[in-house]
């Protein structure tokens, strides 16, 4: 935790305005996570490669954990994970709206592994000195795990992006999941950004969040010559975005650009809506 | 058809599992804890337990992890235990080797029944903890002989 500050044991020694801050990336972080879980899971079968389809297998089962984790955690927050998990209508889903379709081709799939996964892995690993006890003890686990979800997006697109036709079709999938990604960490100065900031609950703000995923990816999506970033030429190891996200539609509370969610098929499995005879405590 | 429904408690009806009659899900469930598997043999001790923490300790040397044929204490699973000797509540503070574990309410449950039958325990509570994140460096080094016998070479 942050060395000489005082820890949060639990949601309610924080301040109001913090605590909703922090239940709704919460809750933003959970249904982002079984989202991406899905999507991971359509490629089980079918993949370019059978070990890719069991790298997507163990990554749908991270991602559902980690779900688990957090829908948990937000009992403590006043809501009730029952409902959170498994009563919830499409439109109140706080996921990435990219997340709403499946990825129609194997590199749609390699952006949400690459861009929008370790979009989610930054904002966990702002949390990872956090004043808040809950999230900081759990956070390490989490990118424990993640680590090789980076390696396998990493690696696919390294060799994708080493043939003209393999760089081509990433560009097309990249391009709006890279622009959802920059956009999804919120404006400079957003409020909920600042607040969890201030309080030391993460140890960046929008800006910041943004500025660590570039130097994440950027290094990845400029080796495979996708042209969407470039390291700042003044020599500052800062890396630089050649496309500026637009704000149309932004709505700060749920961190998505447009109303949705998922469609009826995929949010009766997400939610589990055949299981339901059968859940127990 | 008979349909047998099985309460968990609260009277909530979405804690109600409904099954088909004839279907033992008592059977599936002790089949899926690994009732039957051979777990190797606990450590044998000279002294007695010095309290009853130590003693619920030595207990779970008899409770394996369902994936693996070594007790939860060789796997490393056990972060800590304390016990209340006079009304016998006993605390375990438990991980898991992954986020997306698919035993975590097995493992739970063996830890509470195992203990619990122990005469000086009242009550378990089990903990779930992840910091520190479990690596196979947890591994007891009597754990990774049984692994190695049966087969199975730890990396780490």
Known sequence: ?281 | MTLVQLERGRGDPRRTATLEEGMNFAAVLADSRGEGQVLPSPPEWTEPPADLAEKCRRALYEVSDPEFLISLVDLGLIYGISAHERSGEVAVRLTFTATACPCTDFIKWDIRERLLELPEVSEVKVEEVWDPPWTTSRISDRGREILQDAGIAIIG
């Open chain 1, 1 to 281: 935790m942050t060395e000489g500050r005082k820890g949060y044991a639990k949601p309610a020694d924080l301040p109001d305005d913090v605590r909703d801050h922090l239940g709704s990336l919460l809750i933003v972080l959970a249904d982002n996570k079984r989202l991406l879980g899905m999507r991971y899971s359509d490629w089980l079968l079918g993949a370019p490669a059978l070990e890719a389809g069991i790298a997507c297998s163990a990554m749908a089962q991270d991602e559902w954990g980690h779900g688990r984790i957090l829908y948990a955690m937000l009992r403590d927050f006043g809501y009730e994970a029952n409902q959170l998990e498994h009563e919830r209508e499409a439109s109140e889903y706080r996921a990435m709206e990219l997340l709403d379709a499946p990825a129609g081709e194997w590199p749609d799939l390699l952006a949400l592994n690459l861009l929008l996964d370790t979009a989610l892995s930054v904002q966990f690993e702002a949390m990872a000195e956090s004043r808040f006890e809950p999230v900081h003890y759990k956070v390490s686990k989490l990118l424990d795990e993640e680590r090789f979800h980076f390696e396998h997006g990493r690696g696919w697109v390294t060799r994708l992006g080493g043939t003209d036709a393999g760089r081509e079709a990433l560009r097309r999938s990249f391009r709006p999941v890279w622009e959802a990604c920059l956009r999804w960490f919120g404006p400079d100065g957003d409020e909920a950004g600042r607040a969890l900031y201030e309080a030391g609950i993460t140890d960046r703000d929008a800006a910041g969040l943004r500025a660590r995923w570039l130097e994440r990816v950027g290094p990845v999506v400029e080796l495979a010559r996708l042209e969407l970033a470039e390291l700042d030429g003044g020599g500052s190891g800062v890396w630089l975005s050649r496309v500026e996200p637009s704000w149309d539609g932004w709505d700060p509370d749920v961190r998505r650009a447009a109303r949705g969610g998922p469609d009826a098929e995929m949010l009766a499995r997400v939610r589990g809506d055949k299981n339901r005879p059968l859940l127990m405590d």
